[in-house]
């Protein structure tokens, strides 16, 4: 699951990661990305090699709803279903982006209140989740949104949640955004990301709250 996250990463680091990427004159640090809001987000051209960097409603509006107050907005695609479900199967073939994170946050369940951990790479690098983006119409009304793509948990995951996003490595940023690219290959690029690679401290109870922003959020506890 993945129902918030962070993305403070230096512009540079976009750049570096993303090949050189327009970004805009000000790019915020964000502590507390929620559902509903505008995220971060990279598209691709038609054969993946050139990136896009945007900002994109997360929760997915399908281009086929009749409404823009279609109901059912998921921020999340299961990896065993996202090939097959209606909601999801046209823009998985056709619509994939990266959602750049520098980490997520996840709740511990046998806690009250429950303790938020946060859960990044060990070396603090930027990454990129798998997602889908949608553009739905009605007239000159045009709206961007986007989900991200989860699948099963990892050693560090697992015992906070069973699903974690699905993390594109950067040699398979081309391969997941260009068109061309077959099912199958998409398919196996879902797959839990290394264990090894990743780590989760608990932070403060300020990320809790959907309102709250700003470094206090990744504020470690005192041990």
Not at 77 to 92: E, I, L, P
Not at 142 to 162: A, G, M, Q, W, Y
Request: with cysteine; hydrophobic share 35%.
């Amino acid at each position: 699951m993945c129902g918030r996250y962070a993305f403070n990463a230096d512009p540079n680091e976009v750049k570096r990661l993303f090949g050189n990427v327009m970004l805009p004159e000000v790019l915020e640090a964000r502590y507390n990305v929620a559902p509903r809001q505008k995220v971060p987000t990279v598209l691709g051209s038609a054969d993946g090699t050139e990136c896009r960097f945007g900002f994109i409603t997360w929760g997915l509006l399908p281009s086929w709803a009749d409404t823009s107050e279609h109901k059912i907005r998921p921020i999340n695609a299961r990896d065993d279903k996202v090939h097959s479900s209606g909601m999801f199967r046209q823009a998985f073939a056709k619509r994939r982006c990266l959602l750049p994170a520098t980490g997520f946050y996840e709740w511990q369940q046998n806690t009250m209140p429950k303790q938020p951990f946060h859960v990044a790479m060990r070396d603090r690098r930027l990454f990129a989740m798998a997602g889908l983006w949608e553009c739905w119409k009605d007239g000159t009304t045009k709206i961007f949104t986007c989900c991200s793509i989860t699948t099963e948990p990892n050693d560090v995951l697992r015992p906070f949640h069973d699903r974690m996003p699905v993390i594109v490595r950067p040699e398979n940023f081309t391969e997941w955004l260009a068109a061309e690219t077959s099912e199958k290959r998409l398919r196996e690029l879902l797959k839990p990301y290394p264990a090894s690679e990743m780590e989760a401290f608990p932070v403060s109870g300020h990320v809790s709250k959907v309102t709250n922003e700003g470094p206090k959020c990744l504020e470690p506890l005192a041990a």
